[in-house]
């Protein structure tokens, strides 16, 4: 499992640059989101990948950590799915605004000749 995990974070971490590096803004933008998405996966399993652990340690037992799956990275990305949300709409609004005032979506402001 952990060999695919690796693998999805590196397709997406690899098409995200391939678009950041692209002449056109929303090639740039949607290569931000899967970078960001690449960067949460990595997040999400500094948390161990564990399933069919219990997220929390119970009160009355003696805390063996190897037991438990770590809530902060789950904590962590939530919010950085929501913040990357916000941003990417941010980003899409600038993109709309950029291209009715210059009449092209071209990252310099206009088509190479």
């Given at each position: 499992m952990e060999i695919i995990y690796a693998m999805a974070i590196g397709v997406l971490t690899s098409s995200g640059v391939?678009?950041?590096?692209?002449p056109r803004t929303f090639q740039v933008i949607m290569g931000l989101s899967l970078l960001s998405y690449?960067?949460?996966?990595?997040?999400?399993?500094?948390?161990?990948?564990?399933?069919?652990?219990?997220?929390i340690v119970d009160v009355g037992e003696a805390a063996e950590p190897s037991l438990y799956a770590d809530p902060l990275p789950q904590a962590?990305?939530?919010?950085?799915?929501?913040i990357g949300f916000a941003t990417t709409a941010l980003?899409?609004?600038?993109?709309?605004a950029s291209r009715g005032l210059t009449g092209t979506d071209h990252v310099d402001g206009q088509e190479p000749d």
């Open positions: 391939w678009l950041l590096l692209r690449a960067v949460n996966l990595f997040i999400f399993g500094m948390g161990r990948l564990t399933i069919g652990r219990a997220p962590l990305v939530l919010t950085a799915i929501v980003f899409l609004v600038v993109l709309l």
